[in-house]
């Protein structure tokens, strides 16, 4: 069984930084697909960034040259790198692992960002 768990988030002030860790126990992550994704009160669950086996990462368009997606596989942990942060970057923040087509969800960390 594959556990998702999170780290990292709180509050910050805009134009800080601030890391978001994702560790998977029971499976290696290497070849997985990571995906993170992000909740505002009221609104859908947003595709943030991924990264998938071969290291090829993506970003949406609203965090593309602010946030950075990671893998260390040596401890088995992907990172979101978040700078600029914003307040509008306010959210849950949800981690998503996808090993051999089946989907394991992190349990969601906040972050909120004041201006």
């Known amino acids: 069984q594959v556990q998702v768990v999170q780290s990292g988030g709180g509050l910050v002030q805009a134009g800080g930084s601030l890391t978001l860790s994702c560790a998977a126990s029971g499976s290696t992550l290497s070849m997985a697909s990571i995906g993170w994704y992000r909740q505002a009160p009221g609104k859908g669950r947003e595709w943030v960034a991924s990264?998938?086996?071969?290291?090829?990462?993506n970003y949406g368009n609203s965090v593309k040259g602010r946030f950075t997606i990671s893998r260390d596989s040596a401890k088995n942990t992907v990172y979101l790198q978040m700078n600029s942060l914003k307040p509008e970057d306010t959210a849950t923040y949800y981690c998503?692992?996808?090993?051999?087509?089946?989907?394991?969800w992190g349990e969601g960390t906040q972050v909120t960002v004041s201006s």
């Open positions: 990264i998938v086996g071969n290291g090829g990462t």
């Open positions: 998503n692992v996808v090993i051999r087509w089946t989907s394991y």
